[in-house]
């Protein structure tokens, strides 16, 4: 027999050291180092690399209650940020399983090379049950991920570092994930043209503007399926800007961080395009601001919602969805003021899902319709938008579903 036997314990060679001071020791994968930040857990059975390339997850480590996370390698189709160079997803991640060789045809590099490429410090081995049982009773804590080969930590620093981390609260990340920010994209609006092969982007029937606070790429691949060419603008662009571009339609984007503190700049800007009458959709932290641009509250969630089987209600079809979720924040449905209709809720703690403004065609949705990964029974919400634009327009309404 070579090696060591399965039952000697390893040297661990990746800590997650908790705010509280609890030390949980595994196996360092992907990048080394350390960082702080929140931990989550996501219960999506596929699509981890969708899932660590959400730009929403930026300033988070995500634990997978999947057991075995890597088995399909990674590609350059599958991710879900715009900047494959830049870390615009997760920060950290955490896994029961060791990643084993990948065994799939589309796989163009292995899991563990892929993380340490994007700087993604990750653990392993550990009974990623027992830490999502844990979170689920105290809330998703803040702590710091560290990964040395070698083995050598100091534990009183990574504990202090962990308690002195402010965490996500009034934590501004969308500045940091939006496209403006990154060295690669100009701070001016750019057009997206993933998916115009045979269509190209100017002969598209409709113009969507989409707000980047940290965008998914498969929302820009819906739009451009539904005809329409998306000019993407950084967080901070002016609502003149905006609206200098003539939309047909405007897209508040997803993203990560404290929509409350991403709201200082957003929400004046949301507050004047709700004043035109021009179609306007926001998704998860664009959800979250357009309810903060209509008066509303938003709070923090006690674990937030991270998954792929949510089931949602659409009031206003009395439908249900299973959903695709990705927050650990919500617009609190007792603040929505008058003229502000609550279209969706969670149907597993009731918490708001989805608003829409009375006389006007502003609505938006906490989940993601866009799923990826996750179910489809939402991307509707796509064909409702573009029926405002095309009632607008004079044009038929397309079927919902
Ligand atoms: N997916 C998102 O857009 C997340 C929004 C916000 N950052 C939250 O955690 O609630």
Not at 141 to 169: M, Q, R, T, Y
Request: charged fraction near 20%; proline fraction near 6%; include cysteine.
């Amino acid at each position: 027999m070579t090696g060591s036997a399965p039952w000697t314990p390893k040297k661990p060679t990746a800590l997650l050291v908790l705010a509280d001071g609890t030390v949980i020791e595994g196996t360092g994968i992907g990048a080394t180092g350390k960082v702080p930040a929140e931990v989550v857990f996501n219960t999506a059975l596929t699509g981890y690399e969708e899932i660590l390339t959400d730009p929403s997850y930026l300033g988070q480590i995500v634990t997978f209650t999947f057991p075995h996370i890597g088995n399909i390698g990674t590609n350059d189709q599958d991710i879900e940020d715009l900047t494959p160079a830049a870390r615009r997803g997760a920060v950290g991640t955490i896994f029961k399983a060791d990643i084993t060789d990948p065994s799939n045809y589309r796989a163009a590099k292995d899991l563990d090379g892929w993380l340490k490429s994007r700087g993604v410090i990750g653990l392993s081995g550990i009974d990623t049950r027992a830490l999502t049982a844990w979170i689920r009773e105290h809330g998703a804590p803040n702590a710091v991920i560290a990964h040395d080969p070698n083995g050598v930590f100091d534990i009183e620093a990574l504990k202090a570092e962990a308690k002195a981390w402010s965490g996500l609260e009034g934590l501004d990340l969308a500045k940091e994930a939006t496209s403006g920010q990154s060295s690669q994209w100009t701070e001016k609006p750019w057009v997206w043209n993933e998916g115009y092969s045979e269509l190209k982007a100017e002969d598209a029937k409709y113009h969507v503007v989409c707000i980047d606070y940290g965008v998914k790429r498969n929302i820009l691949r819906l739009f451009t399926g539904l005809d329409c060419k998306v000019t993407i603008v950084p967080a901070q662009t002016s609502a003149e800007d905006i609206l200098a571009l003539k939309p047909d339609g405007i897209f508040l984007s997803n993203g990560p961080g404290d929509p409350a503190a991403t709201g200082e700049y957003a929400v004046p800007v949301i507050q004047e395009i709700i004043k035109t009458d021009i179609p306007t959709f926001g998704i998860c932290l664009g959800h979250q601001m357009l309810g903060l641009a209509l008066g509303a509250k938003t709070e923090k969630m006690h674990q937030g919602h991270h998954g792929a089987n949510h089931p949602v209600k659409d009031h206003t079809t009395g439908k249900v969805e299973i959903v695709s979720m990705n927050h650990g924040f919500a617009v609190d449905s007792k603040s929505l003021p008058q003229g502000v209709e609550e279209t969706h809720i969670s149907l597993f703690d009731g918490t708001n899902c989805g608003l829409r403004l009375s006389g006007k065609p502003v609505f938006s949705v906490q989940h993601h319709p866009e799923a990826s990964p996750g179910p489809q029974d939402s991307h509707y919400l796509f064909r409702r938008f573009i029926n405002l634009v095309r009632e607008k327009k004079g044009e038929p309404a397309l079927a919902e579903r």
